[in-house]
């Protein structure tokens, strides 16, 4: 029997309807950005589609086309562990359908760090966007825990996975007044641009700043050389107020 990971946020991050996903994904998608045919990998947040999709469809509308694997880095924020792991399972379900795990990649990734397998939004968010881009691409789901070793995973992606696509998700920071949160979020914005792995550093405020990392690690061994802000938002233009805002940001990485 297929092991398969059942959504756990349709409903309230998104919709439950496979039409009224389809429907948001596609409205989101609807944009002015162009596919970067050379692109390695790109930074997208995960809130509620209210709040962070149409940040989060700039990146998907500006990836590749033609993509057949997808390395996806998210942060854990409700199962508490140190490392990373690897969701070596068959597949990963949202309303829209099965979404296929490589499980040849993450049987290889399975020898080399743990599979814990558990419901995390800041993979399953991006799922729908995924299936409507690629709907013939397979996923290797990866969630980050508190201290993850990045460049590891970085090197464990690049030899088992060199031609995939790196999803790194992440918002930005975390209630803040948005004067505040924007110069936070800048500077991660800012980090994120220098493609250099090292100013990812504690002082920044991003729930994925591991994922972003690792991102940056892996454009490295892919040799990218440039990197490209796509689109920032906050909580507060989707009217949640300006007192305490989320940040939002899209970048891609490109050789």
């Known amino acids: 029997m297929a092991e398969v990971v059942k959504p756990a946020f349709a409903g309230s991050f998104y919709p439950s309807t496979p039409d009224a996903v389809k429907a948001d994904v596609c409205n989101l998608l609807q944009n002015s950005c162009s596919p970067f045919s050379e692109a390695v990998g790109m930074v997208v947040p995960h809130a509620g589609y209210v709040y962070s999709g149409k940040t989060a469809a700039y990146g998907f509308a ?82 980050l825990g508190m201290e993850p070793d990045c460049k590891k995973v970085a090197e464990l992606i690049y030899k088992h996975a060199p031609e995939a696509f790196l999803i790194a998700s992440s918002d930005l920071s ?56 796509l689109h920032y938002s906050t909580s507060a233009d989707a009217g949640a107020g300006t007192d305490e805002v989320v940040g939002y940001f899209s970048g891609m990485v490109l050789k």
């Open 62 to 143: 500006s990836a590749p086309d033609n993509v057949s694997t997808i390395v996806i880095c998210a942060p854990s924020h409700r199962y508490p562990f140190k490392g990373e792991t690897v969701f070596d399972t068959d597949f990963l379900e949202t309303p829209l359908g099965l979404c296929p795990v490589d499980r040849k990649i993450t049987g290889f990734l399975a020898e080399e760090m743990e599979s814990i397998v558990f419901q995390e939004h800041s993979l399953e968010v991006l799922i729908p966007f995924v299936q409507m881009k690629w709907p013939d691409a397979m996923i290797v789901p990866i969630v």
């Open 174 to 229: 975390h209630f803040h007044p948005l004067s505040e949160a924007e110069k936070l979020d800048r500077m991660v914005i800012n980090a994120f641009l220098s493609l250099s792995p090292e100013q990812i550093g504690d002082n920044l405020e991003a729930c994925g700043k591991t994922a972003i990392k690792t991102l940056l690690y892996f454009a490295a061994m892919k040799s990218a050389g440039t990197a490209v802000e």
